[in-house]
């Protein structure tokens, strides 16, 4: 056979000692010769080494730069350019400049100055950046200018930063539009900043004309809309409606608007970065296209009271291609009505969403619970925060209105778990923290409430809700340390608050608590001071001054009184019992007298009337006998005086007839405990609360009484207590 024969194949019978296959003949030659040394570098090779390692030096400070690593990339951009020095030192040693690379030097240089600027060293890359520009080697430096503009950018030295991208727009060729485009829009950017919205309106319409986006087209409005121009607010806006997202397509916005992300994740069991970029596009165009919206919609009418038309031409545009921004909108017309107090028409506009989105009937069913909550149809309410809920569990205001409904109910158990769930889905809700400090208030978990509410105050340093429900726990502790917490808590709130005078009220009762009377004086004087007719400060400062026998400061203080609250008579008793202690009967009779005319059937005033007169040799018979009459008309009452017993209704109204200055046992404020809306904070230190517990306090001032009241004179009465107001018989029961 020869056609193997070329390729060293032969038969065996014709060569038996053939027995190896060798086609090459080598199995006869020998070992391969060694390898020759490896001569001296040239300069040639050395120089190469030297280039490769800047190159490395560079791509270590932009790895470093990518990891947000700035010192370091600063370190390594600063040995490449000295490795670069030594580098064309080397080749200018060995006649080898021709070899010397320009570009690489550029590289180094521009590489130094990005650093330079992400370690916010400013003046040291615009430096940089000066080498590279006015080095006429580099004819692409020009573009540079730009980057410097962005650091005179954020310089907020705006007219330089126009200067140097309008000296990029000088360098940049004619084809380069897109950069042009990105150069105008920064100019338009600064020319904003400086409040030159005409120059930037010229910039960024340049722009819209030639390459729009959405960016530019919202920072137009923004132009419009500083300089009032409705009508181009209202043309921009319809031009708006036709720019897209970059680099979507329909069918991609229309998976991405249907909510199919997470599908389409999970049947490619990997994580589509494509997707969640486009998904971040969407979103952001939607952002500003919602701003937009919300921003030309009550500027489309010339009148404020057409404003609903406004939002109607908008919702229209938007209904086009935006469906659901549209309807988010449709939202903020139901806030709108909200606040302006308009219920029947912001629940009409939310009832329309059952029909629409789960997403967006969720946020409508949370609003119209919370209206149905404020309006008292919590049946209702509840039924609205169960839809919310059931569209979207981990919907925070949804599971606030749910606790709130069951708060109402008195279920705070239950309102505790909705709290505590709507704080694990979002940790910053407030609204749930609040609540549930009040709910723990309710069942006594005082530590827990603490918590709640020092959580509160750490998300929230400047909220004074939070500071006084600090306080008010301290104070219900009862102990010396709880009390001095209580005031310093105060003292704090009081900073924030300045000047509140149920605040300074609060703080003096726990200063008297502490037994410092001094310094309960102090706030009490200085409620009186912001608040003059707080019946309750008034009255207890009368009562500081008389128990100290200072009755001429008391008689002022009580008159205060009198002229708030004329037609309670107790006020002008307590003057007369001064006027009694300071021993001018004179002065007491002719107040008795002037009590008896306007009061002819209150049996104090006879009684005192009488006994004045019996002591200073005046005829008393004529009061005798109307004392005696009105004795016998209410024998009933005249009985359980007799008796040193007080009568049914003191006994059913405390708050209103009892002592001015109570036992301190018995004055531990509730403040939580009168919040009958926990969805909706306390209006700070004086809102509702303090007032609330003010009304139902054992110091609160007494109701105008209208029928008479029996006390004779000598009757024998229990000896009073240490902490009678006034410490005597006569006037301590002009406080019953």
Known sequence: MTSVSGAGFQSAAKDQSRG?????????????????????????????????????????????????????????????????????????SKNLTDQINLELTYAICFNLANAYYHNKMYDDALRTYNLVVKNKAYPQSGRLRVNMGNIYYEQKKFPMAIKMYRMALDQIPATGKELRFRIFRNIGNSFIKMGQFQDAVESMETVMAGSPDMQTAFNLLLCYYARGDREKMRRHFSKMMTIGVPGMTDEDEEKLSSN??????????????????????????????????????????????????????????????????????????????????????ALEVLK?????????????????????????????AEREADVAMRSDRYNAKALVNKGNCLFVAGNYHGARDMYLEAVGVEADCVEAIYNLGLTNIRLNALD??????????????SLPEAIFQLGSIYERGGTVNDLEQAAKTYEMLLS?????????????????????????????????????TNLNVISWLGVWYVKREMYEQAIDYFNKASNVQPGEVKWQLMV??????????????????????????????????????????RPHDEYSRKLEKLRRSQPQMQQQTMQGGMTKQQQQAPAQRGKLRVDRPDRNPQPAQEQKEPEQPVNGPGGRDQLHEQARSPMAAPQARAGAQARPVQVDRPKPDDDDDFGDTDVGNLLV
């Open 352 to 380: 329309a969403f059952e029909r629409k989105d789960q997403a967006l009937r969720a946020v409508a069913a949370s609003n119209l619970s919370f209206i149905y909550f404020l309006e008292g149809e919590y049946e209702q």
């Open 260 to 345: 199919n992300l997470e599908h389409f994740d999970a049947v490619s069991e990997r994580q589509d970065a494509l997707r969640e970029e486009l998904q971040t596009r969407l979103e952001l165009h939607q952002e500003r296209l919602l701003t937009s919206a919300r921003l030309t919609a009550p500027l489309v009418e010339d009148t404020e009271e057409r404003w609903v038309e406004g939002y109607r031409w908008v919702m229209d545009q938007l209904r086009q291609d935006h469906e659901a921004v549209a309807s988010k909108l449709e939202i903020d017309v139901a806030m709108t009505y909200m606040k302006k107090r308009q219920f029947d028409e």
């Open 496 to 532: 924030k608050a300045p000047g509140d005078p149920n605040l300074c009220s609060r703080l003096g009762l726990v200063y008297e608590k502490l037994e410092d009377d001094s310094t309960a004086c102090h706030w009490h004087t200085e409620a009186h001071r912001h608040s003059p």
């Open 448 to 461: 827990q409430a603490h918590h709640a509410f020092d959580k509160l105050h750490t998300v929230l340093p």
């Open 20 to 92: 190896t296959f060798d086609p090459m003949g080598a199995v006869n030659k020998g070992p391969a010769a060694a390898l020759a040394e490896k001569s001296e570098n040239s300069p040639e090779d050395k120089a190469k080494d030297m280039e490769k390692t800047v190159h490395r030096l560079i791509e270590a400070s932009a790895e470093c730069l990518y990891v947000k690593d700035t010192r370091g990339a600063l370190e390594k951009a600063k040995e490449a350019g000295k490795a670069e020095r030594n580098l064309c030192k080397f080749r200018e």
């Open 576 to 617: 007369t019992s001064c006027y009694r202690r300071l021993g001018d009967y004179n002065k007491a009779l002719e107040l008795y007298l002037e009590i008896h005319e306007k009061h002819p059937e209150n049996i104090e005033a006879l009684q005192y009337l009488e006994a004045l007169c019996r002591d200073l040799g």
